[in-house]
């Protein structure tokens, strides 16, 4: 069954530390994939998406993602930790019809 | 920059009775959607509807839920007797395209039975 996983379920950073959240997806053909973020009582925001085009993409707020095949990975990175990026974060892939398949979150907390 | 809107917010209900969640898709998307997340559970697909009927339904869908369109905004999911286990936040989104392409979701309702 296609899916995804997140590594980390939470993950804690400094201010204007780098932030890297994990995501692996089940091999299949090439996937679409999306990275999610939800603050606090707020809905899922899109941070970025992958559908076959370049393999690094940036997406809103500075983060980008890189698209490796060889390792079945989408990785969220940032360069620099922000107070405001604290929230949950999701890796989401496009299935074989038009249904996501949601991961199961990163709790992401960013320390003064 | 267009918005899903989802209404109410929070839904308070007794178990057995029916709910309605409402739902105001972005206006010149054509697939809508419902996912919900129990607390402490991943986002789960429920349903697609694409040119009025249902085009995929997860197996959580089954007989006490269905979904409308019953005008040129709405979308509607109606559960017809909630059960305790029914209790999660309810999402609508919406797509311009289907397959490949990101869906665009409300900030969801709160369905809390008694």
């Known amino acids: 069954a296609q899916s995804v996983t997140q590594l980390d379920s939470h993950v804690s950073v400094s201010e204007g530390t780098p932030v890297l959240l994990r995501c692996n997806y089940s091999?299949?053909?090439?996937?679409?994939l999306f990275w999610y973020v939800q603050h606090p009582n707020k809905g899922l925001q899109l941070l970025l998406k992958?559908?076959?085009?370049?393999?690094l993409v940036k997406g809103i707020n500075g983060f980008e993602a890189e698209f490796k095949k060889s390792e079945t990975s989408f990785h969220l990175t940032k360069p620099s930790a922000h107070m405001s990026d604290a929230a949950e974060y999701f890796c989401?892939?496009?299935?074989?019809?038009?249904?996501?398949?949601f991961g199961t979150g990163t709790l992401l907390a960013v320390q003064p | 920059e267009p918005e899903v809107t989802q209404t109410p917010s929070h839904q308070v209900t007794q178990m057995g009775q029916e709910v309605i969640l409402r739902c105001v898709p972005i206006?010149?998307?054509?697939?809508f959607y419902w996912y919900r997340q129990i607390l402490g559970q991943k986002v789960e697909f429920l349903v697609s509807?694409?040119?009025?009927?249902?085009?995929?339904k997860s197996e959580i869908f089954d007989d006490q839920f269905s979904v409308e369109r019953p005008d040129g905004s709405n979308f509607t999911l109606k559960i017809r007797s909630t059960k305790l286990e029914d209790s999660a936040m309810y999402f609508c989104?919406?797509?311009?395209?289907?397959?490949?392409?990101?869906?665009?979701f409300g900030d969801g309702t709160r369905l809390s039975i008694l």
């Open positions: 509807f694409y040119n009025n009927e249902i085009s995929e």
């Open positions: 989104a919406s797509s311009d395209q289907g397959m490949r392409q990101p869906q665009h």
């Open positions: 992958y559908t076959s085009a370049a393999t």
């Open positions: 989401v892939r496009g299935g074989a019809t038009n249904k996501l398949i």
């Open positions: 091999s299949s053909y090439s996937p679409s």
């Open positions: 206006s010149n998307h054509l697939y």
